[in-house]
Structures are given as C-alpha cells and as structure tokens.
Antibody, heavy 124, light 111 residues
Framework: QITLKESGPTLVQPTQTLTLTCTFSGFSLNNYGMGVGWIRQPPGRALEWLAL???????RYSPSLKTRLTITKDTSGNQVVLRMTNVDPVDTGRYYC????????????????WGQGTMVTVSS | DIVVTQSPLSLPVTPGEPASISCRSSQSLLHTNGYNYLDWYLQKPGQSPQLLIS???NRASGVPDRFSGSGSGTDFTLRISRVEAEDVGVYYC????????FGGGTKVEIK
C-alpha cells in the first residue's frame, strides 16, 4: 500500500526559503518507473503543478516557477524535498506530494496516490 | 506552454442523470507511443484529489464504471453515466505530455 505524507513549516515569512518534505512508503524512488511530484492549491483555487522527480533523478519544473524551485530525493529512496526560494504571500496554499508510476501499458503517467497535503501560510 | 481549458466552470446535476465535462488543450496530447497524456482527477470537498482516468481513457483502480474518459489530440471528455450524490466536488483535467498543467476545474453540485 502506497502512502505519502507532507511535512514542513505552517508559517513562513516573505522572502524566506520554504522547505517541504514528502515521506512515503510502499514504493522506492530507487526503483524503475517511480516518480514523486508536488502540486499546490491556493485557498479556494485550482491545482497548480510545481515539480516532479523520477527514479533516475530526472527532474521537471513548472516553467513559471523554475527559477525558484529545487526538487531532490534522498539516497534511501523514501523521501523527496522541495525547496522554494523567495516566497511571497501568493505562495500561500496547501502543498501536496503525489506518486507517479506506471499506468496502462507500463507507461509512466498520472498521479495515482496523493498525500493529505500540508498548509503553508506566507505572512510577516 | 500547453494551456488546458475546462468547461463548464460549474455543473448542476440531477442524481441518476448523465453528466459530461470537456477539456481542451492548446496542443495535441497524443504521444508517439499512441497514448494521450490527459488525466482526470476529482477533488471531493475537504479531500485530496483522486485519480479517475489516466491516459485519456483508462479508469484508475477502484473507480466506478459510471466514469469514462474519451477523446484524442486536443479534445477530451469525462462522462458520468448516472450521477450519484457522492460524485460532487471539483473535477480537474491535467495534461502530462510537456511539463504538466491542470485545467481550472469544474465544480459539480447536486441541483
């Protein structure tokens, strides 16, 4: 059974760096085909994809946030860290991590398991 | 960047009746492997999103067969054959061909 859980600060001051950790079980990010992505949701608004890292350390970023984001995975294969620099109140929202893996025909696609999310408020 | 547009924004539905949501992409989502990189997710009130349909038309594990996805290229549709009360929430499509982009969401509520 795959589970994911996000953790990090609930309150961050503007211009600081936000560091979020996704701890998961039921799969290893050292195994072929596995990926973990980050998605956020401002209060009352739509989902926004942020970043994705694959088992082979291939990393993808939202073009609009690319300069501010860094995604990494630890060597144990069960944690992913997302760093966002120079945060602003518009970065306030719930941040989710989600598992991405092989779907139909073995094609790696889709976020099939999501964490509960962690709420982050950016305010002074 | 690929832009994904959903319609309608809001969809009042009657239990037992069918419903459909449209998703249009600014570029074709058809990969050379023959799959369309378009997913559908449902976010029920107060919950995390859940995968309904993967790669355009493949129901995710545990998803009732009243949900179906169709389409190819730039035009996609999510259909619910007979809406149930538990289907209320916000539905999102997401393209995964180049980077990833979510649509703006469609809120489904019971009339």
């Amino acid at each position: 059974q795959i589970t994911l859980k996000e953790s990090g600060p609930t309150l961050v001051q503007p211009t600081q760096t936000l560091t979020l950790t996704c701890t998961f079980s039921g799969f290893s990010l050292n195994n072929y085909g596995m990926g973990v992505g980050w998605i956020r949701q401002p209060p009352g608004r739509a989902l926004e994809w942020l970043a994705l890292i694959y088992w082979d350390d291939d990393k993808r970023y939202s073009p609009s946030l690319k300069t501010r984001l860094t995604i990494t995975k630890d060597t144990s294969g069960n944690q992913v860290v997302l760093r966002m620099t120079n945060v602003d109140p518009v970065d306030t929202g719930r941040y989710y991590c989600a598992h991405r893996g092989p779907m139909a025909g073995g094609v790696v696609a889709s976020y099939d398991i999501w964490g509960q999310g962690t709420m982050v408020t950016v305010s002074s | 960047d690929i832009v994904v547009t959903q319609s309608p924004l809001s969809l009042p539905v009657t239990p037992g009746e069918p419903a459909s949501i449209s998703c249009r992409s600014s570029q074709s989502l058809l990969h050379t492997n023959g799959y369309n990189y378009l997913d559908w997710y449902l976010q029920k009130p107060g919950q995390s999103p859940q995968l309904l349909i993967s790669l355009g038309s493949n129901r995710a594990s545990g998803v009732p067969d009243r949900f179906s996805g169709s389409g190819s290229g730039t035009d996609f549709t999510l259909r619910i054959s007979r809406v149930e009360a538990e289907d209320v929430g916000v539905y999102y499509c997401m393209q995964g061909l180049k980077s990833q982009t979510f649509g703006g969401g469609t809120k489904v509520e019971i009339k």
